[in-house]
């Protein structure tokens, strides 16, 4: 897929899913003083931003040293988010796991929680399709790390305004999106894979 700025930064934002977030950083976040929340979140945000825009600039080296082709990275980045994707629309049962009372640090707010794997192939694939625009990406990068990092600072007001039944909605709906998003990934790639064997 030739991704634009734009849909590359609303990709990515799909998939860092600060809506999805939410819940994630209000429960990780209770036992922390609300006076530093914000300072924690914003921390969390960079975090993932530096692991991310590391892998921007080392993916291409990985994929070479693993002997991987950027056709099996375009089909295996949308299978991944195809299964992120059903997790937004179908949410697995929360578990009864035991909570952490500490601050919580890089585990698992900026990994998984916003740099997850989805999010470290995504921004592998957009940089192994176009090199020569590295700097679109990180541009989009940027941007999309901005909206988190806004939309995480303003978790409470947002869930205190809109309710939890409208925040629910909207990660469905994006998820409804990056479904199509995904497929149309794996459509294209199976279609540049099918043209590869018909000229051999």
């Not at 080296?61 to 991944?80: A, D, K, P, T, Y």
């Not at 009864?96 to 707010?109: K, M, Q, Y």
């Amino acid at each position: 897929m030739n991704y634009t700025f734009a849909s590359a930064t609303i990709l990515l934002i799909l998939i860092t899913d600060p809506i999805g977030n939410i819940p994630i950083f209000a429960n990780a976040l209770k036992h922390v003083a609300p006076e530093r929340r914000p300072w924690v979140i914003l921390r969390e945000v960079l975090i993932a931003f530096v692991l991310l825009l590391t892998f921007m600039f080392v993916g291409g080296g990985f994929l070479r040293v693993m002997n991987l082709s950027e056709l099996s990275l375009q089909i295996g980045g949308g299978v991944i988010l195809f299964l992120i994707a059903l997790r937004m629309i179908f949410p697995p049962p929360k578990s009864d796991a035991t909570e952490e009372l500490h601050e919580p640090l890089i585990v698992p707010l900026a990994i998984p929680a916003i740099a997850g794997p989805s999010a470290l192939a995504t921004v592998l694939l957009l940089v192994s399709q176009a090199p020569e625009r590295r700097m679109e990406w990180i541009a989009a990068l940027c941007v999309t790390m901005a909206v988190s990092a806004v939309v995480l600072v303003l978790a409470e007001r947002i869930q205190r305004v809109a309710g939890d039944r409208f925040v629910v909605a909207l990660e469905r709906l994006m998820g409804l999106v990056l479904v199509a998003v995904s497929i149309e990934m794996m459509l294209r790639g199976v279609k540049t894979f099918a043209g590869q064997l018909a000229s051999a």
